[in-house]
């Protein structure tokens, strides 16, 4: 006898983690917590949904009968929400099969606000572009997943982002050389009196004024926020909110991230036109 009734398939459980169905196909069963990154609707009830996971990275995922079926997964597959996923899955298969989702959390105070709904969307967008299919990253998780919860508790500030990028692009492995000119190898001490600096976004480096004539792609930056950079680069998470930027470092920072982010990516990220305007808005008058 079947031992439940999926998707009008018998299915027998096999424990402790197979799951065998009565048309032939063995899944593995898996749960993990995850954050939603992105949502869409497939065809009349189904939705395609990526998740961002603890244990296994970015997975995407088909929940069957997720829009007419409010019982398996309870509004737990919009985006921002922090939940407990149960899934199937088959080595060699592009998809998974989302089988229930318990909510942890779903950041309300995000979702009734317009200024976090830009933040929160740009944070999702960056990591779904940046993590790998099925690579796993807790830290990257972890990162997200405080983020979002000083996002829903305090004010939007450009601060978070800039903070944000960096992060991810460190645990992503695009972190910034920044210790010194990366073509002529001087060091922070010696560039102290040099009176430009700038980051090359295809070496992906700090490089002088001298080494910088024979280089394309180049955004200014003073050595005071390549130091804060750096700072944020290895800051305990739970501490790094306490750093402060300067007007100085927050305008570099402000040109530098998001173009070097695009350079890795090859594109430039949705999101971050809903930014720029909502940003331009705020500091008029």
């Known amino acids: 006898m079947p031992l439940f009734i999926l998707c009008g398939v018998s299915v027998y459980v096999i424990l402790p983690f197979m799951v065998w169905f009565s048309n032939g196909v063995n899944m593995p069963l898996f749960e993990t917590n995850a954050i939603v990154i992105r949502s869409l609707n497939y065809g009349e009830s189904d939705k395609i949904v990526t998740f961002f996971s603890k244990d296994f990275g970015k997975i995407r995922g088909i929940a069957k009968g997720a829009r007419r079926s409010r019982k398996r997964f309870q509004n737990a597959l919009g985006l921002f929400s922090h939940i407990h996923l149960i899934f199937f899955d088959r080595e060699g298969v592009g998809l998974v099969r989302a089988e229930s989702g318990d909510i942890l959390h779903t950041f309300p105070r995000i979702r009734e606000d317009l200024t976090k709904i830009y933040y929160g969307n740009y944070f999702l967008e960056l990591v779904n572009e940046m993590a790998g299919e099925r690579e796993a990253n807790p830290e990257a998780f972890h990162h997200l997943l405080s983020f979002l919860k000083n996002l829903e508790e305090g004010e939007p500030k450009e601060e978070s982002l ?108 949705k999101s971050l036109k809903g930014l720029k305007e909502i940003s331009a808005k705020r500091e008029k008058p």
């Open 162 to 269: 800039r903070m944000f990028e960096i992060r991810m692009l460190s645990l992503f492995g695009y972190r910034p050389s920044l210790k010194g000119c990366d073509v002529c190898r001087k060091d922070w001490e010696d560039l102290r009196k040099s009176p430009t600096l700038f980051f090359s976004l295809e070496k992906g480096a700090m490089v002088c004024e001298g080494c910088s004539k024979m280089l394309n792609r180049l955004v200014p930056l003073s050595l005071g926020t390549a130091r804060l950079i750096e700072q944020i680069s290895q800051t305990d998470l739970s501490k790094i909110h306490r750093l402060k930027f300067t007007p100085q470092a927050l305008v570099e920072t402000r040109e530098l991230l998001p173009k070097f982010i695009t350079y890795q990516l090859g594109k430039e990220l």
